[in-house]
């Protein structure tokens, strides 16, 4: 069984891994052992027993790792495969005898001797006939250990050097040796310990925790006698297995399992007090029992305290976590640009690739492909999820495309699925997840779901879980507006109508401003009157991420499942915890393609010289307002434009254009030129200077984009990517996918994913690109509803940037201009004056004072300066189409509903996901975005 397939199972338990009562080996070749050095505390002790090795060890040329170990815990070492070898001996013996009298006729009531092993091991007896003599080990291999007693301090150390090496070679040639028990605690490995996808091997051991989850297994009753031999008393307290990894802490029940116990994922660590105390992930406890040496680790709203044998250990597991935690720039223990738990992306040629696609058809095929391309895990999360959705149209011949449909198919493969559903208040929508739910675990049991939050525990009965998001086997993630239900589906042209059914079956055919659907079970009935009522027509906007931003993503899935595991399904097996991969954590690590930095340098050595003019000029009048033009994404000039003006416009991929390319300047490298918000809206732990970085790396990704070149992904093969991939349409649908820098940004708290800190880093983001706009703000957005400074309702500032950028501009007598597309009228049912339109009424009172009425509004506010200019600088429109319901049928009319969240600055800069521009997405506390 590969490592790929032991892991993507998600919940495997330890008995599948056991092969005619043997575990499945964690080395598959042998490692190699070096002693480093040779140590004794005290150099008049002539105790051989007393000396310390520091032993370096490798395995497979990527993992290395180095061991303490005592000449007393080398001979432990050999009396326990010495008493491994009599056990199985005895056992062998045992069968011989229980045939010999079964031959004689005398019946089998033989019993069997179990053997509990030493309390500090929680070991299985193997009983495998053809291993003992495998595994035998000669005493006298063990005698030249406790030799080098006499003699200088030099000659003794080489002396124990020569024998240390030379006992390791026993077990270290052997490939039966050094899979058995024995040797992997002594190695200090585990099944996770040598699979890429979670990241170098770093510090592994028994431990006892307290207060985890009860698990029955093997070594639940050697735990329980351990714990009691040695004064653990207390029942909270299990023997289990930790593994550190960067970027969280695991606990497994036995080094040879892989389900999970618990698992802590490292979160952002509360600021500091200011009294010159830092906060860290571990620290070590003084108990009033000065034989009990014990320790807390503490990340978000998780707390556990853990003991180890010696105050020795129990400083080595707080420096080793604190360590893996603390890394500087990809450490999930600090906060970065924008206060986002992730750090800036795409700075080196990691693998960072985008596409984006407009409306629901372009995106939804792009899916369905990655569904069926899927190997081994599918994440997916949303606000509204339909099992009927047809991804692909028309319907009548892709019932294949069908949602439940993909990922039975995948389950029934091996893919491990995991869906986060949003559980409603039923009184107040008509998602009816429960129903989701239910369809959908029906459908194999690869397949796990979950609704969160419980409204009765949590107390939460206003904020919802609103992330639209689908992975696939880490390597390419969807976000953006879209969520998989009915209504989103759309092409270009809008329709209006569907008469009869093709594109939109049943209750797809979908309009909230005409009535909500009372029931989502029979889902083909039409709910509206097709020859009467028309669809409303849905935009949206969803893009494609690969390589370390999809880890991101995946991360934030973990952290939002395992949050919803431990509050909601604490005992239930059947839903596992999930560790986050390491690839996503620190992707640097692995290092990059030589042949694709050899052939940059070839290409960037041709682009040199190449420059970019700005076709913004910060000279043009004030009443001379240009229109904009889409810049083509394959750098040529787009139709009926002039070859001039196409020239200024080629180079617009690199967020920072390098080697000596003019006339262009690094967003993050510009001061701002607006005026800070106050100190609580400040933006802690930002890192913008790592954005500057490429104007000194010389990476030009337009060139890389242009001669074909992809940026490396060490952590998957390009055949299976190409699997993942869509290509870029002629019609505006959907773009290419290319290289880009990225960061992750959303809006959680402790009740949302279980964070210690609340996170706005999609606020801070928005407010800190509005400052830094040289030209213009495009927005397109389901809402606009934001405050000014000094409004104490909305709290969110997004128009007070908006504001003082615009008077900036117009005191400099600079172009700037700022668009916000949004929605006619608010999509739920009823119109304005209507008795039960309340909500209706609501939203446009919301939206008309952030933008017209009363002193907070922005047009008011602008009436002082710049005045009757003000339309010069923003203005708002609406989407509207028409269309025959039926063939040969009268016109109707619809608002095309704008559900998009995408801002634009300065064609530079794309801000695209879930999160709407009201308190609700943007203050953290409410609405989890990302």
Known sequence: MSSEKLIGKGAVRSDSFRQCGEMVPIFE???????????????????????????????????????????????????????????????????????????????????????????????????????????????????????????????????????????????????????????????????????????????????????????????????????FCLGYCSNNWQKVWAVLKPGFLAFLDDPFDTELLDIIVFNALPPSNGKGSENYLASQIKERNPLRYTFRVASGNQSLRIRTTSNAKVKDWVTAINDAGLRPHEGWCHPHRFGSFAPPRGLTDDGSQAQWFIDGEAAFEAIASSIEGAKSEIFITGWWLCPELYLRRPFSINSSSRLDALLEAKAKQGVQIYILLYKEVSLALKINSLYSKKRLSNIHENVRVMRYPDRFPTGIYLWSHHEKLVIVDYQICYIGGLDLCFGRYDTVEHKVGDCPPSVWPGKDYYNPRESEPNSWEDVMKDELEREKVPRMPWHDVHCALWGPPCRDIARHFVQRWNHAKRNKAPNEQALPLLMPQHHMVIPHYMGRSREIDIEKRKVEETQNGIQRVNSFSSLTPLQNIPLLLPQEADGLEPPGVDQKLSAQQMHHYPVDQPNGISGSVSLSSRKPKVKALDPDTQMNGLMDDLYSMDLESGTNIHSMAQSGLTASNEWSESSEESDHAVAADDCGQTGPRTACKFQVIRSVSQWSAGTSQTEESIHNAYCSLIEKAEHFVYIENQFFISGLSGDEIIQNRILEVLYRRIVLAHKEQKCFRVIVVMPLLPGFQGGVDDYGAATVRAIMHWQYRTICWEKYSILHKLKVLPGPKTHDYISFYGLRTYGKLFEDGPLSTSQVYVHSKVMIVDDRVALIGSSNINDRSLLGSRDSEL
């Open 29 to 227: 070749e042998l490692p190699v052992a070096t002693i480093v050095s040779v140590s004794r505390p005290d150099t008049g002790d002539i105790s051989p027993m007393l000396l310390s090795y520091t032993i370096e060890f490798q395995y497979k040329q990527q993992f290395k790792w180095r061991l303490l170990k005592k000449a007393s815990q080398v001979l432990y070492l050999h009396f326990a495969l010495k008493k491994r070898a009599i056990i199985e001996e005895f056992h062998e013996k045992q069968e011989q005898v229980k045939e010999w009298l079964h031959s004689i006729g005398i019946a089998d009531q033989t019993a069997v001797v179990e053997d509990d092993d030493e309390p500090d091991d929680g070991a299985v007896p193997l009983h495998n006939e053809d291993s003992v003599r495998n595994r035998y080990v000669p005493s006298r291999a063990a005698l030249p250990i406790i030799r080098p007693a006499l003699g200088g301090q030099q000659s003794i150390s080489d002396l124990a050097k020569v024998a240390m090496q030379g006992y390791l070679n026993h077990f270290l040639g052997n490939m039966d040796l050094v899979n058995c028990r024995e040797v992997c605690k002594f190695l200090e490995v585990s099944q996770l310990s040598f699979l890429q996808e979670y990241g170098p091997k770093l510090k592994e051991g028994y431990v006892m925790v307290k207060h985890l989850p009860k698990f029955s297994g093997a070594n639940s009753d050697v735990a329980s006698c351990a714990g």
